[in-house]
């Protein structure tokens, strides 16, 4: 699974920036948070499942305008 395509199944609003980081294995801390910024990159996913955290790219503001 591409970013790319994790964004046109995603329910976020069509053309915001949206900052995307996922949950990959530490061998030093156990899990550590990875950006994920090209769209053609493989998201990541742990022990079968996609971790992510999910937020407006700094200085976007969403459903204005």
């Known amino acids: 699974l591409t970013l790319k395509q994790l964004l046109a199944?995603?329910?976020l609003e069509k053309g915001a920036a949206w900052?995307?980081?996922?949950r990959v294995k530490d061998d030093k801390y156990g899990y550590?948070?990875?950006?994920?910024?090209?769209a053609?990159?493989?998201v990541p996913v742990t022990n079968?499942?996609?971790f992510a955290k999910v937020?407006?790219?700094a200085g976007v503001t969403v459903g204005a305008g």
């Open 32 to 38: 550590a948070w990875m950006d994920v910024r090209d």
């Open 19 to 22: 900052h995307f980081r996922f």
């Open 48 to 50: 079968g499942v996609i």
């Open 40 to 42: 053609n990159a493989s």
């Open 9 to 11: 199944t995603f329910p």
């Open 55 to 57: 937020r407006v790219a």
